[in-house]
């Protein structure tokens, strides 16, 4: 089968490396792709915005599924697009990927079906932010309402914070957010596939949004991450898939915008139990990169079984009983503005030590492979427990020479402390 990959990311090598180990797949194609996706796919010019070209792309080279990585082309209603012309796609539809497209939407949902969250209010105004602020006090979290790249999030723990965080949003007309109540817990990220009806574990891990070590600084695309993320039990997954999960599908179906794709639930383990702080319509990145290195399946059969509504007919998916912990290397600046161009050597160097590095915001100059967006690789080990991956991971990390990027030096240290 031929397929065609939507992305450019981590995220999307990480996909591609997995996709390019199924026997089922004759060609992949990644539009556009990167220098490290490029080892297992063609790589091809398509604008995604126009959902003509990607559909002709798609039958004059006989796709047989077309897979969406990232948040904006599922946003912009590719994935319906495609499937109006009878192409398998995975990701969900345009209405269905509001859950990630707009947090009041999916705040608005989770009121309707009793789903656990932190208590909110929508504002489309500075005046009724102020109001709304007054009304929660500090600490408390400002969301923009639309996509933001995971970058649309200030939890404020003073006011001064947060009259920030709205002033900046609301610096132009048309400004939306959402104010939440600050919740207390440790914040996992739990997956699934689903067709619209049927639904499949699909791992957990532990992101880290924050720039700084510690947890400090401002929110990103996400630092770090590993799997499994064992701080989420058996009984609290089970608790969550029932009460948030399952319930979401069933309401999303029941309201004519069926979900099918992945579905990533960020939850906060409060004392109360678990609550949801948001959701992703795609896989997560760094997320994706822990868990195709666990996963020990055939993906391409599993995202087909997902789009062509048929997941019922497979068993569980299946992942190592190992662990896998990546660090993100970020080009200086990040998440603000950060530095293009500098030169990437040791990849070779890094994976000798049996560590893979996935590429996000890379680019050739030449022959040189060079930075070219805020995260820029993302080296991932496995070993037998978290500890040994971080280790690992680190090792690798060492080896490259990248003068211009940045890591955190403390992916997994809350598992790693409990392991003590």
Known sequence: MNVLLVGSGGREHALAWKLAQSPGLTKLFAAPGNPGIAAHA???TLDVRDHDAVVAFARAQD?????????APLVDGLADSLRDAGIATFGPSR??????GSKGFTKDLCARAGIPTAGYERVTSLAEARAALDRFGAPVVVKADGLAAGKGVTVAMTRAEADAAIEALFAEPGGEAVIEEFMTGEEVSLFVLTDGSAIMPFGAAQDH??????????????MGAYSPARVLTPALERQAYDEIIATTVATMRAEGMPFSGVLFAGLMLTPEG??????NARFGDPECQVLMSRLEEDLLA???????????????????????????????GY???PVAGGTIDGVDAAEATGAKVFQAGTALDGRKLVAA???????????????????AAYTAVDRLDFPTGFCRRDIGWREVARGR
């Open 274 to 279: 678990p609550k949801l702080v948001e959701y």
């Open 63 to 71: 796709i047989g599924l077309v897979v969406v990585g990232p948040e």
């Open 302 to 332: 599993l995202l087909l079984a997902t789009a062509t509504g048929t997941l019922a007919d497979h068993p569980p998916a299946r992942f190592a009983d190992t662990a896998a912990l990546t660090v993100v290397m970020a080009a200086e």
């Open 209 to 222: 949004k924050r720039v700084g070590e510690g947890d400090t600084g401002p929110n990103t695309g996400g």
């Open 42 to 44: 063609e790589l091809v």
């Open 373 to 391: 967006g805020g995260r820029v690789l993302a080296v991932t080990a496995t070993a037998p427990d978290i500890a040994t991956a971080q280790a």
């Open 335 to 337: 998440p603000g503005k």
């Open 95 to 100: 209405a269905a990927a509001q859950l990630e």
